[in-house]
């Protein structure tokens, strides 16, 4: 039996058991691309033949749901979330995200340049095979391709102003990020790039689990993180059944739209930039903070090692990609229910 054909009857085994570990491993590896802008955490789980299991899962929160537990039916509710799949492979994304996200917030503060040159590989391979998943490009999917496009274009400029501060705000952009887990193709953390909170709440997710360690907490940014998770449960629960639902009926005009967003958002991610942040008198880029310092989109003008390993990176991070997309496709071929 496939993974994607697991019944979602509880094991009887004792928690955890052989089976819960492996999806815990899953989730490592979903959590590990739900934190890299340009791989989606919804093409690993179709790789890992779990994508049509956790959207069922997802799905599952709803009315019958909430009468299993105001009656007290804790075993049929478990049953009925599939429980048993649920929480191994949530820990497992949680861990995955919680340990990459250190070195993604240390890679963007001291390697800019070679970070975002892998970004922009993973981006511009993603968006090549969204635009595959477009049966017809007709004239309303072309349109709203170019739409959304220079919508994103014009919204990530260098010198746009700041996301706004505040936890609503970060509540918004859980609720919204989430969705891209559901969706092969697009990325989570390429959203939180757009909206102007990826390297914050990598900053958080980094620094919250040494703090829990050392007695030392701040609670204001616990605060943070907690709203975030609350945004992605709550989006996670009501936009699950409308990406559905978009996707089943208009899947081709989504598809485009989502394309012109990774092709636009490009222009946020190309690697090569130069600082023009206008930093006061013995002020050194080390003292700001990377989300105030502003870059400029510049021509590469210097050819050197640099250089070539920003290009490598972007041809490596491409093959990265088509090679998981041919992986998608074979393993896929046991996962064709509908969702």
Known sequence: MSDSQESVAQPKSK????????????????????????????????ILG?????????????????????????????????????????????????????????LLDHHLQLTMSLFFGLILASSFLVAQMVEHWNVSNIVGFLVSLMGIYWLVGEHSVRPPEGN????????????????????GALILVLLGK?????????????QLLQGNIDWSGLLTVFVFVIGCALGLILFSKLLRWLLHNYHSLIMAVLCGLMVGSLRRIW?????????????TPEMVPFKHRIYENIWPTEFGGTFWTSIALIIGAAFLVWGLDKL???????DTSEV
């Open 271 to 283: 690697p090569f930039k130069i600082d023009v942040t206008p930093y006061s008198d013995g002020q």
């Open 328 to 334: 998608s496709q074979k393993y896929a071929l046991h």
């Open 198 to 210: 990826y390297h914050d709440i990598t900053g958080l997710l980094k620094s919250i689990p040494k």
């Open 15 to 46: 928690f955890p058991s052989k089976q819960d570990l492996l999806q815990v491993g899953r989730g490592l590896l979903m959590g590990g691309a739900d934190i890299i802008p340009g791989v989606s955490g919804g093409t690993v789980a179709l």
């Open 168 to 187: 609503l705000y970060v509540f918004l952009c859980g609720m919204v990020a989430i969705c891209a887990m559901i969706l092969p193709g697009i990325s």
């Open 50 to 106: 779990i994508y049509q299991r956790l959207i069922i899962a997802i799905s599952h929160v709803d009315i019958r749901l909430f009468k299993l537990l105001a009656s007290r039916k804790w075993g049929e509710a478990a049953v009925h979330l599939d429980l048993r799949f649920v929480i191994p492979l949530g820990i497992g994304i949680l861990t995955g995200v919680i340990s990459l996200a250190s070195l993604m917030h240390y």
